[in-house]
């Protein structure tokens, strides 16, 4: 990428961020997601911390701010006007009938996004310039008993077992349309929510990109159940039908403990949170390790109330590399796996970089959502855990093939179908600027202070 490009390109991302900017807070997408969304927030402020390092802290502050008296960080937070449609918006989530929601005005979902937060405050203090690290110090040492808060749901209340494994509550939390769902959504079979109208399928261009009227059925009958038990993680483990080990998150999580340890002492953290990080950080890390599959070389999410392992060859696949594992054996199996035919090394893909879900599942489609199409995030993610490993030059490979496609769009687009490389999804998205400014950093070696 020539320096003419690259500073284009750039000057693109910003301009997406600040278009999205809402003051406090960065919509996900005008187009499709005008809300503040739990984990785009996260990697915004890594986007953010590239332009301005107070700002990504704002970003941060903000949705934690709506942090629910458990400890959990709502997957979206209700902040545009009524001319800003949404479906399911607060009123179908009815948040109020939990004593653990936020007191209004602020309105949220009632369910969490896998925990990058702490990622992000951990790059916005790599980027902190020396004239400002003792406000953002502070500003961090305020936010981080938050975060230790949120981790310690996620490490409670979603692993009641303390299997290392962070068990998800719905599909929207994290990866909606999976395929690794599809067994768990199709033992529902009295799923009647009654009537709704969706705004997706009539923003995007193409509504076959989004997730059928059958999924959203089982979606919003799930919202319906956990309303029904007013968010009480107890009663949901008890008695709701929709219970992963999602290896993915669980791996993210891994990612997050190792991150707020690392933070810990710019945050002045007490002995007893580094101590219990350090315990999270372990348990997640034998939890992965448990779940890894050595035939196949995956990892394997685990269906808690169907009792089986789901074996489908997913992005999650790689959450051992995800999670940074110190396992050599399991990392030489996770990177053979990464450039196999069933993954990057497909001969079909424009660019070697990630599928949501393998050409060689059956349940692959290349323009619908999370069943096939390239997200720059993910992909994102896998570069930073690469570099953390030391496979440098794969991780250089994958920054350089993220960046041609999101150069050769130039709309910033969610995701990309993987074999013409075709922008897919909701435009001028902030998380996929936000990660284009961070690899374009890289690029141009200032990723650090």
């Known amino acids: 990428m020539t320096a003419d490009t690259h500073a284009k390109l750039g000057g693109r991302a910003a301009g997406v961020l600040r278009g999205n900017d809402m ?10 997601y005008p809300h503040q969304w739990s984990w785009d927030s996260a990697f915004i402020a890594i986007g953010w911390a590239h332009l301005d390092v107070r700002r990504a802290m704002t970003e941060l502050e903000q949705l934690f701010a ?19 449609p949404y479906f399911p918006g607060p009123e179908w989530w009815d948040c109020a009938v939990s004593p653990s929601a936020p007191a209004p005005p602020v309105r949220t979902t009632g369910i969490c996004q896998p925990p990058v937060h702490a990622l992000a405050v951990q790059r916005i203090w790599q980027l902190t310039p020396a004239e400002q690290q003792p406000e953002i110090r502070a500003r961090i040492q305020a936010l981080y008993p938050r975060l230790v808060r949120w981790h310690r749901y996620l490490a409670t209340q979603r692993d009641p077992e303390g299997s290392g494994l962070v068990t998800s509550f719905h599909p929207w939390e994290g990866t909606d349309n999976s395929p690794r769902w599809d067994r768990a959504l ?5 799923a009647n929510p009654g009537p709704y ?6 923003t995007v261009a193409d509504p076959s990109q989004r997730p059928t009227n059958w999924d959203y059925d089982r979606y919003l009958w799930l919202v319906e159940l956990l309303r029904k038990y007013r968010y009480d993680d107890a009663e949901i483990y008890r008695h709701y039908p929709f219970l992963i080990k999602d290896v993915f998150f669980s791996a993210v999580f891994v990612l997050a403990n190792a991150a707020l340890l690392d933070l810990a002492e710019a945050a002045g953290a007490s002995d007893g949170d580094r101590a219990q990080l350090a315990r999270w950080l372990d348990r997640g890390r034998d939890g992965l390790t448990r779940s890894f599959d050595a035939g196949s070389g995956r990892c394997l999410d685990y269906d808690v109330r169907a009792g089986e392992q ?9 959450a051992p590399l995800f999670a940074g594992t110190a396992d050599s054996g399991q990392r030489a199996a996770q990177l053979r796996l990464l450039d196999s035919a069933d993954f990057c090394g497909e001969p079909r893909l424009r660019w070697r970089l990630l599928p949501s879900t393998s050409p060689a ?3 692959f489609q290349p323009r619908d959502y999370w069943r096939g199409p390239v997200w720059p995030v993910i992909n994102w993610l896998l570069w930073h855990c690469l570099r953390q490993l030391g496979s440098c030059e794969r991780a250089d490979d994958l920054r350089r093939d993220s960046l041609s496609q999101i150069a050769a769009d130039g709309d910033f687009a969610e995701y990309f179908e993987p074999f013409t490389g075709q922008a897919l ?3 001028l998205q902030s998380w996929t600027a936000a ?15």
Do not use: C, N, Y
């Open 186 to 190: 199709e033992r529902i079979t009295v």
């Open 66 to 84: 709506a942090q629910w008296s458990t400890g959990m960080v709502p997957h979206i937070v209700f902040r545009a006007g009524q001319d800003k």
């Open 197 to 202: 109208t969706r705004v997706d399928t009539s």
């Open 23 to 32: 003051g406090s807070w960065t919509m996900a997408s005008a187009h499709l």
């Open 435 to 449: 990660v284009t400014l961070d690899w374009l950093a890289a690029d141009s070696g200032r990723d650090e202070r």
């Open 361 to 363: 599942e059956p349940a």
């Open 310 to 318: 789901i074996r489908l060859r997913t992005f999650a696949s790689f």
């Open 425 to 427: 999804g909701s435009p």
